[in-house]
């Protein structure tokens, strides 16, 4: 596509998905994809029906499918098999964690044993900063019993399916899957650390998922040239609004810990993603005022608001829709 069609394009996807609520109607199909991302989870530890968890699928086009999923907060293995049935619930190949706070490993368990329960026979496989790994011992533990009767009273399922792979890996370190490259970097979660930022290339694309932050330059150095970026907010009046603590000075810690919309159109403007995106927004009934306005400060390029089950295709253009229920 010639840069200035591809301009137009974007901004029109940017003018169509610049609403914190989804849309009404499902939008014609993505074209072919090298990468395919989709929000399953936008929220935080807050409950909330529509934004679940954070959790984010990135699919690349190998033959066949790489399943890749960047945490697992609450709901994520509802979202999976929701679009994809037992396939995609059970056909995980990799969960990379960003850090261990509650809201992005809450979903583990569930993903883990659900998805040996509906055909997983391989090791539940796992990468992520340290403390992955205790983190996963621990869940073995708890979850013996469930285990041990399946395994071996009940239904008899393969005792491969509920083994656990947890590797933990360093930062600025870059592994591979099937041919997809990805790369884990550090960023700056305040006193949480290791908290991880992860890009993932494949086909000559790629995405960068900025886990929990403040401003990194970090983030900025790795993210560069990505097509597409999706990045965590805070909408800091918002915040206070809504804040599950009361304390005033807890609530100015968690935003300090987080990035707000200014600070990510800084970010935004330095990267210059094909499109930028929200996900993990705080608090989650922050709607479009409290996020768009205060970011288009400091950045006017591509922007969208992401929604659960917002799917972004990246292929010879940036394609964003809304990914259909397959399963009830
Ligand atoms: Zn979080
Ligand atoms: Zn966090």
């Known amino acids: 596509m010639k840069p200035r069609r591809a301009a137009v394009f974007l901004s029109l996807v940017a003018a169509l998905t610049l609403r914190a609520e989804e849309p009404k109607k499902a939008a014609a199909p993505a074209p072919p994809f090298a990468i395919r991302v989709t929000l399953l989870g936008t929220g935080n530890p807050r409950p909330s029906m529509s934004r679940f968890g954070p959790s984010i699928l990135v699919e ?34 990799l969960v990379l964690l960003t850090h261990l706070h509650s809201d992005h490993v809450v979903g583990l368990p569930d993903l883990w044993l659900t998805g040996w329960l509906f055909g997983r026979a391989s090791p539940f496989s796992l990468k992520g900063p340290e403390g992955t790994a205790a983190l996963m011992a621990h869940l073995e533990k708890a979850f013996e019993f469930d285990v041990r009767v399946r395994r071996d009273i009940d239904e008899r399922l393969p005792g491969k399916g509920a083994e656990v792979d947890a590797r933990e890996i360093p930062p600025e370190t870059a592994v591979g899957i099937s041919g997809v490259k990805i790369s884990a970097f550090a960023v700056e979660h305040g006193p949480v650390k290791p908290a991880y930022g992860y890009r993932i290339e494949f086909a000559g694309k790629s995405v960068v ?84 306005a205060p970011t288009r400060r400091t950045y006017s390029g591509p922007l969208a608001v992401g929604y659960d089950l917002m799917s972004i295709s990246i292929g010879e253009r940036i394609a964003v829709e809304k990914r259909a229920a397959a399963v009830e």
Do not use: M, W
């Not at 970026?229 to 810990?257: G, K, M, N, S, W």
């Open 60 to 93: 690349a086009a190998t033959s066949p499918p790489t399943r890749i999923l960047v945490d697992a907060g609450r709901g994520a293995a509802l979202r999976l098999f929701s679009i994809g049935g037992r396939d995609l619930l059970a056909g995980i190949d």
């Open 209 to 292: 998922l900025s886990g929990d932050t403040r401003y990194s330059e970090n983030l900025v150095a790795h993210a560069k040239g990505c097509d597409v970026l999706v990045h965590e907010v805070v909408a800091p009046e918002a915040e206070r609004r809504h804040a599950q603590v009361r304390d005033r000075a807890a609530i100015q810690r968690i935003i300090d810990h987080h990035t707000t919309p200014e600070d990510a159109g800084k970010v935004f403007a330095e990267v210059k993603p094909g499109l930028a995106v929200y996900s993990h927004i705080v608090p989650s009934p922050a709607v479009e005022k409290d996020l768009v």
